[in-house]
């Protein structure tokens, strides 16, 4: 596995747009919060997704792992 920097670009709604030059459809989004604990895990069918409101404001941890087994680590702040 290989890990490479992502650039996340958040907005108010929750939508978080994945800027890379590479196409990350059918990559594992998992996004953790401070404590560890699991917030949301899904496929991604586009470079981006929405943020379940669920998960509340506050600094999440966001992996993305490529179905070729590359990992785009990144956090965000969130104000839902």
């Known amino acids: 596995m290989s890990y ?4 996340l670009k958040p907005n108010p709604s929750g939508e978080i747009r ?3 030059n590479e196409d990350l ?6 996004i953790n919060d401070l404590d560890g604990r ?10 981006g997704l929405s943020i379940s409101k669920k998960a509340g ?4 941890f ?3 792992i490529t179905t070729k087994k ?3 680590p990144g ?3 969130l104000q839902l």
């Open 57 to 60: 404001t506050g600094l999440y």
């Open 18 to 20: 994945l800027a890379t």
């Open 75 to 77: 956090k965000i702040l």
């Open 38 to 47: 699991e917030a949301q895990r899904e496929l991604l069918t586009k470079n």
């Open 25 to 30: 459809s059918g990559s594992l989004v998992i």
């Open 4 to 7: 490479k920097q992502l650039q």
């Open 62 to 64: 966001i992996q993305v």
């Open 70 to 72: 590359q990992i785009y």
